[in-house]
Structures are given as structure tokens and as C-alpha cells.
């Protein structure tokens, strides 16, 4: 590692000029790879659990659990897709406001959403099921349908323990939406089963979706050389690829928020960025996400949690609001991006070049008023940089994960729901 | 996480101050030594990890003294901030008093490379007094 | 034409405002029409569809204005008017927020009666701001108190609501008030940035609104108009009106001036204050910075303004707020738009900016509103003096070598931020000086008095409260050490020596033009006096026993030409330079008046240098 620190680092083609890393620029690179293993969610003792994600599997693929019985996480987030839909902005029961984000990797991020309302990932689970465009269902319902169906609530029962008795239905109303007075005439101790029950669903969601891990790319491999000095593997990156990384760590600076093996800072920025709508910007983003995840009693520091006096919890009710975080999205990893077309928080650019694009000129960066002092300067790359930049974009594409992580299965067993189960 | 690629400046006239605090006989082990702009205070602090990683939380412990004497009254606020960037951290560091004039602090996170300033107000009698260094992650 | 009698408009206007709110249509942002040319209007209501009244404040005056003509104006007797708001008997409430009371005014314009007096007591004000009259009480935005008092009609107290602070119920400057249609008290909080509910006991209920330029976010809300399903809200220092449902729900931001001041036609520059048409078809919003009110009309969706919205990319426009401070390198200005202090290096042909000191909030070094600075250059200090949070903060400057400036962010370095004894109202300073024995002398505009701290700003003594009637700039004499307040009841300049006594008292009566709006205090290095004066849009320089020796300047954007200057200060070349706030630049002169420079942020003309007549400049 120090010799690498005290060497510039040479790297020749055949055809090509040598890409020449400074020691700066190669202690970066180093920063970006490998992915460590997916972090310890303390909030969710179950996000370890294969019992666990297999149940989320299961709920994570089941369109019946919304409204009109046709919408399902994977709706969004489709595995066939990279877990994204490919759409600019994501359809439910209705078109929403922004982007679906992709899933891989999604474990390593601090905050969920592109607003990160949400500060773990059970909880972010939890939002689509209620929200009116998307499942525009009921917790209660959601609940209830567990409690109904053998194999979902033998999976919940002998992970999280007996289920609420939801076939009382003068103590578990039907259609008891949680903004509804028959909710808030309910028993506070059954709501908070209800509750309960709702959160360990989707504590089993954030165990499946744990699993979709996508991290071994070329670039991973080339870092990898770089480490060990190994030509074979150097060569996982093509010149135009290492000029691109070259910029990426340097003059192009986009590791000011892109940092880190995932690529992403995980936390908000408003770069100005034009709306997909084409009028002003409207949507306040973190600004309002983070007065959500304050309020929210499925944060970490919520009585759902299983951490609720621990760093998690403690950051969350200590995250600052004010103006900066007005109209600012969270960073978003770039591992993959060739998949994750289209692009930013509205889908507004369907091409990579495109997003390169608009950070070479700004041009139709939206500023809020003559006051905003701009920090953001245009790139002001070359055409062939800018292909540089694509190309090392593209070598940060994994294979996707095992396929049996990619279709509905038995929330009992993990296996494909046409198997037989096996007796004990 | 590559910790130890990362680098952390120290001013010039920080180390100075350093040296004049040890030669003056300061007892902090801790790694940092400053003043406070107004020259009322001496501040020592480290961090860990360090040196100060890119977007990974740390923690700090922190003395204060007033004429080579730990504080046995006060309050301290620790704070940091990107001036080029228009924004400080997203966080509010959690700060504990761990004995006379000194403090542990939790929760501080800088989460872009660049030029921050780490801020320390030492508040006494209503008046609030600030020591700063600029650090450098990358 | 006939002058009209107050009284019939004025039952009128109650029985009309509440026939208003019912009608109002959803949105009323489409540009009709603008009265231009006026003296820095305050308030408005209407009379009927075609007619309303304007309160103007430099001079003082009231308009009718009937539609297409308008009348010449009626004098009261008031010396700084505020808010405005109609009884539902034949008479009118109007606040003197510079004789701390409300005015009770009868159909012929005289004074009936007045209510409330100068303090603190349940039926007393400090500089009140607005009044809500609402089922035979008024609701007073009692500013310098920090608080509302509630009163019968007939002036008798009935409670305060709130005291200073952050946390609900409670107020930091609160400008202006209005009942709602579920009789709740919306409060514009400005200095918290914030609209207040409360219920008509005082109880909070609900606010909305934090510091910032965003949609939803607020700089020093100004006005507050309720109407049956909405609030509207001017918000001043981000130039536009927005409109929240009444739980606080963002349901427009519109009008927002874009580009640069006097845009008008439907962009709005500070705006003031809001009132609404019987038949809620038209509103009224008062910009008392542009001399102007525009009239706006329900939306219409096919209308596009073609006019650029995006502003310039160079980096921040500095406003050149009121306050300037100098030495022979630098000049110091508080820019309120961004709640920063720039700091320029005025060496070169063109003043490059070194840093913003920029500390937001309510932590150590944070910033709301300043009412002054003040540069120490041998000891390296700026004291920043800041109303919104009640603390002075002191910085040190790490400035660059002279021969090569350039832009840092982290040049000035917070040393103190320090609150004052509890004696010194520190939310009601507005002008600061310090002597050589290193005596500060703080100036409540509010009461009178010059607080007197000493070094260390601990109080030491406290003059003038029956010798200054409504003073605006305290500064130092060079050339006798003497201490000159600025008052503007009447036009005045005491003369005081540092042990407090009067030296002499100079009435400001021979000066071409008289004085309107009094601002700006300077002494040059040979006791020369300079002022400006915004309602006329001058700057005089008068000898030091008053005598006048010259004036320059009119209302105008060019160079040679004012709008409402503020600040102005003297350097040791006997240069003058004069905060021309309602152009955002600066202005130099020679004692005489001739032009030697107008600068801004990156740019600078001189007479070998001028734009063309056509140039976007200012």
C-alpha cells in the first residue's frame, strides 16, 4: 500500500497512450473497491435471518396484497430490470412523482427514498403498502391477510411468534386505514399489534432484500491489480475506461458525492437539476423527508425497533433541517448504472451521456432565486473525455444476483411455490 | 473501509501552538492542540478513527483549558462545516461531559472530501468562544 | 373632484372585506395594473370595486384612488404609519408605529382618539407594526414588545399574548396580524421566519415556515391576509406572495422579482403588504421600496411571462444592504437576502470580494438580522450587532496579501458571540459606535436611549431618554471625539460628548428640499457631516454647526441617481460612499458631489468608464 503511495502507477496498451494515476489518484480509486460485506442492521434482528427473507421473498413478489390486486414491490423494482421498472417515474395504482431506484446493493445505504424518509430499510418496506398511488392498502388488511393464509402465517408464527387474532373484527375492524377513526377507535394495544406485526413483515422484506448483491465488476477486478500489481488484472479496464476513472477521481470531481465502494455518499444534494415537469422545482425532497422520518413511529428510534436507543436511533432524531436540504435528493450508487436507465430522481435523462451532459454545461440548471450562491461549476469536458467518463461508468456493471432470488417463492421454505414442501 | 488512505491536514500554526502547548507543560495526550481564536482557550482533541475519514461517523474526545486548567465550568457545542460548499454537517453531534473540562462527542460525519472546519464553542457566562482548525479529507 | 369623506368608506370597507373573503378566487397572480411614483406607500385597503385608500409614509399621507384618478393627499398626523384595518363602526384604525399607538381616525381624517402609549404595560406599545380589528377588539402586532396585545375598542386592555422567543406563542419581530375566518390570529413572526396561529386567547395552534428561498420557506414574512380557505403571505426579503391553505400547506409562490430591481408588471420587489377587493377579484400588493402598488387578477392559465426567470450565474448578487462600514482597504456591507456579511477589497478599480461571513440559526455565530457592523482595523475585529438573534458576534479577519485579493470562505474567523446583559435590548439596537477609550454606545431607536457599555460590553450607563425622540444613526466625530445622533422626530442632530451631556442640538431646517426619511449618518475628516435621506433620494453635506454646504442626487437608476440610500461613510480620501439600497450598488463621490464610481458585485464604472444608457446595470 505505501509503495503504491509513492509511485505513480503506469499503465500502458498496446494502441494507446499509458494512463498514468498519480499517487492521489490511485489512494482514491483504492476507496472504491472492494464492497464490504452488507452492514448489521441492529434495528432488525432478523435481517440475518434465511427463514426471515424468505417470507419477505414471498411478500416482496405477492401483487394481492394491494387494492386491485395487480401491484407488487417487484412492480417497481423488477429483478429482470436490475430491480427497477425502466420508467421515469414509477407506477402503482397511479403514475407517482419520482424515479424507482434500483434495489442492488440497497443494504449499504444510510437513509431510504431519494428524500430518505425512511432510516432503515423494514421501514421503507413498509411506506408503498399504505400510500394511496401505490398499494393503497391497509396495515390491518396487510395484517389480516398474513393471519388468513396457512403458509404466510405458519412462516410469521415461527419466526416472530403468534399473530394477532385477526378474525376478531370488532377489535381489528375491516378497512381500518391507519388515518381512518375506526383505526383511531381501536384498543391502543391492538393497534400496536397490529403495528408489530406489520413491522416484522417487513423486517422479513429487508431480509430478502439484503440478499440482492451486485458487486464484483471489472473495475473491482482492475482495483484489484492495482492492488497486487497485477497486469492480468489491470487489464480488466480499457484505456478509454481508465481515463474516465482518471477523471471520475479528479478533474471531473464527481467523487464529491459519489464516494465510497457503493459509489455514493448516501446522503442529499441539490445540483439544480431541470425538472421532468419543466416548470420550477416543487418537490422539496429531504427538506420534507427528514421532518418525516423524525415523526415517524417505524424509524430507529421507534418503538418497532430493535435498536431504538442505539447510533441509529440517536442520528436520526439529531439530522438538521434547513434550507440547504430544500430540493435535494439522495446520491444515488453508480454500481450498475448502465442497467438503471433512465436517470435522476424523475428519470429525466434517458442516457448516461445525457446526465454527463448536463454536468459539462448546467445547461437549464434550475437556480430557486438570484439569491442561491452557486457552487456547482460546469465541467466543461471534451467530447472524447466525456466517452471516458461513459465508458468507466459501465465498467461498474456486476452480475446480477443468484436467480433464485428473482420470482416469487414459498414464504415457508424459499423454494419456487410450485415445489412440494417437505415433511418434517 | 480504506482508512488509512485518507489524509488530514494540520495548519502550520496549529502544529506551532501544538509545540508551545507542550513546551508550556499542557498534560493532553490527545493528538490536536489549538486555541481558541480569541487566545482565551486551549482546546486538544482526537478523533476516531483517525486521521478523519471520508463520509464515515467518528468520534472525538475533546479537553478545554483556560491558562493549563481543565474547565470545571462551561459548556461545549462541537461543529464542522464546508465554507466552499454553503453547508455544515447533516448532523447534530451528541456531545457528553466526561469529567472537568472534558467531553466526549458522537455522531460527527463528514460526509464529502474536502476542505472542512471543525468548530469548538466553549460557552462561559454567555459568551460563546470558538476554536477552529481546518482539516483536509480525502 | 370632490375629496371623499372617510366615513362612508369605511363602514363600507369592513362590511366589503368579509363579502371579499367569501368570494375570493383560487389564485390571483395575474398582473392588471400598477401605481407607480408613490412616497414609499405602507398600506392599503379598499373602498369599493373601483376605489381604495394608500397610506403613504415619506411624506405622511393618505390617497384615495378612484378609479382612473386619484386624489391629492390628505394629511394626518402621524409620524410613521403601519398597518391599517377598518372598524365596524364609521371609523378607522391606523398604527403610528413611531408614537407607539394606534390612531382612531374619523370620517374627515382627523384624530378621534388615540390608543396605547410608549411601554410595556397591557395597554402601552413599542413601535407596533399592524392592527386586525375583529368583533369590537383590536389585535395589535406590538413589534418592539415582542408580543400582541389585545384591546377593546375604546382602548381598555384586555390581555398580551406571547413574550419574545422561538418556541410557540412565542415572537421574534412580529410585523403584522389578521383574523381568520375560524377566528384564529395569524401572525407574521418575522424574525422567526414563520407564520403563528393562535386562538383568540393567545393559545398556539399551529405554525408554519422556516428561514429560506425555497417554496414554502419564508425571509421576514411582511404581511399576512386571511381570506375563507387561505392565507396569503408577502414574503419580503424573497420578493414574492405565497399562499398556504390554513393548516399551512403550500398552495402558490408567485410574483417573485427574478432578475433586478424596478421589474414590476407582475414581479414584486419587498414587497409589503396585501389587501383584497370587496368582490375579491383583485388584490393589492404594496412595495414601499419601489414607491408602488400593483393590482393583480385571477389567474389565467394561457399567460406566459417571457421575461428571463433565471437569474445570473456570476455567483451571488450582493444587495447591498443598509449598512456599510470601511478602512483604506476594505468595505464591509450587510447583505439581508442571504443573512451574510460580504467583505470587499476596494484597493483595485474593481472591489473583489474576499469573503461572506455567513453563520445561520440561532447557534454560536449565527446571524439573523443585523443592525450594524463595525470594524476595528488595528485590533482586526468586526463586530457583527444582530437584532434577530440578540448577540454580537466578533470575527477576526485572516485577509490576504494586498497585492494579491482573492475569495476565500474562510477568512473570518468567529472569535466571540456574546449576549448581553439582560438591560440591553439588543432586538431593538439599531446603530452601534464605539469611541477611542473603547467605549461602545448602542442606539435604541425604539425607546430613545443610547446604551453605554464598556469594553468588555458590560453596561456602564444609559442616556437620552428626553433628549431623542425617534433616532435612526449614531456616529463619532473625528475631529472632536463627539458623539452625533441622527433623529428623525423632529429632523435632528444632537451633539452629545462621551460623558452623555448635550453639546449642542442642530435643527436640520435649512436644507433644499427639506428632510423626508433621514438614514444615513457620516462625519468626514474635516467635521464635515454627511446624510442621506431615502424619501428624498439624497445625500447633503452640511458643515459641523449644521450650516448646509451641498446636495446631490435624485430618485433614478443611473449613475448620479438614487433610490432610497442608505448607508454612507467617509474614507480617509474624503471620498464619499453611499449604500444605494434600492439600486444594490455602491456609489463613490468627492465631498462635492461629483461622481467618481458606481460598484457592484464584479463590476465598477467611473466617469472614462460608463454603460451604455441601455445596460442591464444596475
Known sequence: MLALCCMSAVLGFADEPAVVFTPRQQRRILQHSPVPAVPDDPTNDWDRDPAAAHLGQALFFDAGFSRNGQVSCATCHGPMIAWTDAQPLATGLETGTRHSPSLLNVAHQRWFFWDGRADTLWSQAMHPIEHPGEFDASRIEYVRRIHSDAAYREAYESLFGPLPPMDDEQRFPRDARSDSPAWAAMAETDRDQVNRAFANCSKSVAAYESRLRSVESPFDVFVEGLRQDDETKLAALTASEQRGLQLFVDEAGCRQCHSGPLFSDFEFHNIGIPTGHGGAPRDPGRFDGLAHVQRSPFSAHGPYSDDPDGARARRTASIVQGQEHWGSFKTPTLRNIERTAPYMHQGQFDRLEDVLAFYNTLEDMQLQDHHQEMVLKPLELTDAQLADLAAFLRSLTSPLPPKSLMGPVDPRTGKPPSEPIEGP | ?138 | MPRPHLLPMLLTMSMLATIAAAQAPALLDRYEWDYGNLHAPVAVQWLSDDRFVIVESAPVGIRIFDWPSCSTPIKIDCLEPAGLDAGPDETCYLVDSGRHQVMHIASDGSTLSTIGSHGDGLDQFRAPADVAVHEDRLYVADTGNDRIVVLDTDGSPVRTIGTRGTGPGQFRRPLAIDIDASNRIVVADADNHRIQVLSLEGEPITAWGSWGSFPGLLQEPSDVLCLEDRILVTDRLNHRVQEFAMDGTLLHAWGMHAVKPREGQGRVHYPDALAISPDGRTLAVVESFEDRVQLFGPHDPDYVDERPTQPARSGIQSHFGPTVVLDDRIMMVWEPEARAALVFDHQRSTPIRLTSIFSRGDGPGGFGHLADLHWDHEANQLHLFDRGTAQVHAYELDLPDPDQPRFDPSMAKLQTSRTLDASIPMHRIVDAERSVSGNWFLLDGTDGVIHVLNANMEPVDRWGTDLLGHPTAITIDPTTGHLLVLDRDPSTLHQLDTNGSSVATIRLEGIPGGLVQPTGLAVAGSGDILLTDAGTHAVHRLGSDGTHLASWGTKGILHEQFWKPAGIVVDDQDRVIVLDHGNHRCQMFDLDGTWLMTFGAGRAYTPSNRPPLDSDDP
Open chain 2, 1 to 138: 473501509m480504506i482508512r488509512e488512505q485518507n489524509t488530514m491536514n494540520m495548519h502550520l500554526p496549529a502544529i506551532a501552538i501544538s509545540l508551545a502547548l507542550v513546551l508550556g507543560g499542557c498534560s493532553s495526550t490527545l493528538d490536536h492542540q489549538l486555541q481558541s481564536n480569541d487566545r482565551a482557550y486551549e482546546v486538544s482533541w482526537s478523533s476516531d478513527p483517525a486521521p478523519i475519514p471520508v463520509n464515515e461517523f467518528f468520534t472525538m474526545d475533546v479537553e478545554v483549558r483556560r491558562d493549563g486548567t481543565l474547565l470545571a465550568s462551561g459548556d461545549l457545542v462541537v461543529d464542522a462545516a464546508m465554507p466552499h460548499h454553503n453547508h455544515g454537517m447533516n448532523h447534530i453531534p451528541h456531545i457528553e461531559r466526561t469529567g472537568t473540562g472534558r467531553w466526549h462527542v458522537q455522531d460527527m460525519l463528514f460526509h464529502m472530501p474536502g476542505d472542512w472546519e471543525l468548530y469548538f464553542d466553549i460557552k462561559q457566562d454567555g459568551v460563546v468562544h470558538r476554536a477552529q482548525e481546518s482539516i483536509e479529507v480525502d
